[in-house]
């Protein structure tokens, strides 16, 4: 069904992000990466949800209209605690409030996807919900130092060394942590080839 889908559409992946440029391509899909300027601002009233939506679809809005049989995949991940909405950290302090605020609990991971053909937007997210061991500074703070997690939402990146000892559960889809839900994806692709 790849194939079919490579053979159907000419795909634009609008992001930047290394990890869901190699999840695009261990699927097996077709894809050129370009990137445009967003306003990744939102409304306040937006649940969490709707928030990733929201900035996937305006990463989508940025591109011009698609011709036919051509697609654009925008996506954004955030993560939120206690109602409150975390995305890429600004610089080490920040990211080391972002993870002392994780330490000891569960948060959501959602990522936003928005797929933009010249007939129609489609837009949807998943949700993975994360649980962290307690985190001492010292380990936070050498974390930050070594890995640099400043492209994250979150301030961390389960697929590293952090993930491996930090994280004591996962409910939902792992590769939807690191920035893309694949399964959906694919899932949200067939449905489009098969209208």
Known sequence: MIEKINNTYSI????GSPRRQNLLKDLGLDFK???????????????????AEHIAENKAAAFPLPKKNAL?????????????????????????QMLQ??????????????IRSAAK???FSATTKVTFD??????IADYIEKYKPFDKAGAYGIQEWFGLVAVTHIEGSFFNV??????LLYKELLNIVEL
């Open 12 to 15: 634009t992946l609008g992001s």
């Open 33 to 51: 990466v370009e990137t445009l300027p967003t306003d990744e601002s939102y409304p306040e009233y937006l649940s969490a949800k709707q928030v």
């Open 72 to 96: 654009i995949i925008t996506a954004d991940t955030i993560v939120a605690v206690d109602n409150l909405i975390l995305g890429k950290p600004t610089d080490s302090h920040d990211a080391r």
């Open 101 to 114: 605020l994780l330490s000891g609990n569960t948060h959501e991971v959602i990522t936003g996807v928005c």
């Open 121 to 123: 937007t489609h837009i």
């Open 134 to 139: 307690q985190l001492t500074p010292e380990f």
């Open 178 to 183: 690191m920035g893309l839900p694949v399964q």
